[in-house]
């Protein structure tokens, strides 16, 4: 099992920056690739950038150039964090940090809500 706690949300105007967290643990050596999903109202969730274990990264061409993703281990836990500058009212949208752990087991957090507007 792996645990996914986020944090970092909250209100931001248009073209300011927040940082997401998400720290990871239990059995941590399992995951693989970890990303970032978002929720919008209305919309189906979706990936919103990638990073695999070697540190490959992939990006939604909507947030290409403005979002950065990085993930550090720790001693018992993985952070994985993503910069987001450049806000736009259109990335207002719960953020969930997903965990691809043993046997295609994809562990998800709880969501923190990012909300963008002036």
């Known amino acids: 099992q792996v645990q996914l706690v986020e944090s970092g949300g909250g209100l931001v105007q248009p073209g300011g920056s927040l940082r997401l967290s998400c720290a990871a643990s239990?059995?941590?050596?399992?995951?693989?690739?970890m990303g970032w999903y978002r929720q919008a109202p209305g919309k189906e969730r979706e990936l919103v950038a990638q990073?695999?274990?070697?540190?490959?990264?992939?990006?939604s061409d909507s947030v290409k150039g403005r979002f950065t993703i990085s993930r550090e281990n720790a001693w018992n836990t993985v952070y994985l964090q993503m910069q987001m500058n450049s806000l736009k009212p259109e990335d207002t949208a719960v953020y969930y940090c997903?965990?691809?752990?043993?046997?295609?087991?994809?562990?998800w957090g709880k969501g923190t809500l990012v909300t963008v507007s002036s």
């Open positions: 997903s965990a691809d752990g043993a046997y295609g087991t994809r562990y």
């Open positions: 239990g059995n941590i050596f399992s995951i693989n690739a």
């Open positions: 990073i695999t274990s070697g540190v490959s990264t992939y990006y």
